[in-house]
């Protein structure tokens, strides 16, 4: 049973609004609490939270690290209960490399009258899946599960599935002990290795966005990782054993961003599908859709200053070339210099290197490509 987890103004008229901070180290949140002492942020406010952090290493635990540390500030300096502030969805990469810098976008929602203004703005619904069982691990019963979530969360920001422009979030799955303890006493749970079960759970929260958005009908467990015709432009999901954060275990946490029409605000969502690792129109088409009317070139000051958020997923597709040409995919490292060499392809088109970017698209965009979304400033 999915659960919707913002808070109930949520589903009413509210304006959308956010902030993006640097971060000077991963725990670093003295630039948010001084926006709050200086009553520029309201922390009983946020409803998502989103943040590169800098850890590439195997093991490193920056995501965990900023996730507690947003939330302990959030219980010190609000007046929301644990269990509130557990149930924010936070959604946190790492693999800081090449120019990037740390940072984190932080949105809050406040009650609003409806707008008349002839256009949308942005909505933004959460929330979170039933916790994942062992034996749905792999299984067409995980996407059926973050449709659900994905649903809730399209119906508690208030729109219609046409609206939404992106979902994004993290597809946590069950710990390792909790697969081998279930298959130990009998259950059918699938044998994964670790980039299987990385894909498997990455991907099947891609399909599950292609059915909430696209009328795609669930499809069969072997098509997850499999059938690579298979995927939607909407969607940004990672996928991780499950950290404790956020929660009492291993939901899928969603975020949808969308526009939607009255709402109140200055934001608005434009996404764009990437063909491939060079397709650095993407961003532009992203921008546009958004609502600033920019061209080819790299955004002029003015532009730059009102893109609020970027988000990019992309990762190789299951053919290691680039428009017909090798790949070292045997490197260890690609997957990070793919991060890093895409995203200061779409940070030489902003101007700016503040750019949030996950690899391993499975389901999410196109085999070799990805998906990719704005926030962007259109004033009131």
């Excluded at 630039?31 to 009983?44: N, P």
């Amino acid at each position: 049973m999915s659960q919707s987890i913002a808070p109930e103004s949520l589903r009413e008229s509210v304006a959308i609004d956010a902030v993006r901070v640097t971060l000077d180290h991963t725990t670093d949140v003295a630039a948010l609490e001084k926006m709050h002492r200086d009553g520029a942020l309201s922390l009983d406010d946020v409803v998502a939270v989103t943040g590169k952090t800098e850890g590439t290493e195997p093991g490193e635990t920056s995501r965990v690290d900023a996730d507690r540390a947003l939330r302990r500030l959030l219980l010190e300096r609000g007046t929301r209960t644990a269990e509130q502030i557990a149930a924010i969805p936070m959604s946190f990469t790492a693999g800081g490399v090449g120019i990037l810098t740390p940072h984190v976008v932080v949105y809050t929602g406040r009650s609003a009258p409806a707008t008349t203004h002839s256009g949308s703005r942005l909505a933004i619904g959460t929330a979170r899946s039933a916790i994942m069982q062992p034996e749905w691990t792999g299984r067409a019963r995980t996407i059926e599960e973050n449709v659900a979530a994905m649903r809730a969360a399209i119906t508690n920001g208030g729109m219609q599935p046409h609206e939404v422009e992106y979902l994004l979030g993290k597809a946590y799955y069950v710990p390792r002990e909790q697969l081998r303890a279930a298959r130990a006493s009998g259950q059918d749970v699938r044998e994964l290795d670790d980039e299987a079960l990385f894909r498997k759970t990455s991907g099947g929260a891609g399909l599950a966005a292609a059915v909430a958005l696209d009328g795609l009908v669930v499809p069969d467990d072997d098509a997850v990782a499999r059938d690579f015709d298979l995927w939607s432009g909407k969607a940004s999901f990672s996928a991780n054993e499950w950290e404790p954060v956020g929660g009492d275990g291993p939901h899928t946490q969603v975020i949808a961003f969308g526009n939607a029409s009255g709402a109140p605000g200055r934001l608005r969502v434009g996404h764009a599908v990437i063909a491939d690792f060079l397709d650095v129109g993407a961003l532009a088409r992203a921008i546009r859709r958004a609502g600033l009317d920019v061209g080819e070139e790299p955004l002029s000051d003015a532009d730059r200053a009102r893109v609020v958020a970027v988000y990019v997923k992309v990762g190789p597709g299951p053919a290691p070339q680039l428009r017909g040409r090798r790949q070292v995919v045997e490197n260890r490292n690609y997957g990070n210099e793919v991060k890093a060499a895409v995203a200061g392809m779409f940070a030489g088109h902003l101007q700016d290197n503040l750019i949030y970017i996950s690899g391993s698209a499975t389901h999410q965009g196109p085999p070799g490509g990805g998906t990719l979304a704005v926030i962007v400033d259109v004033g009131d």
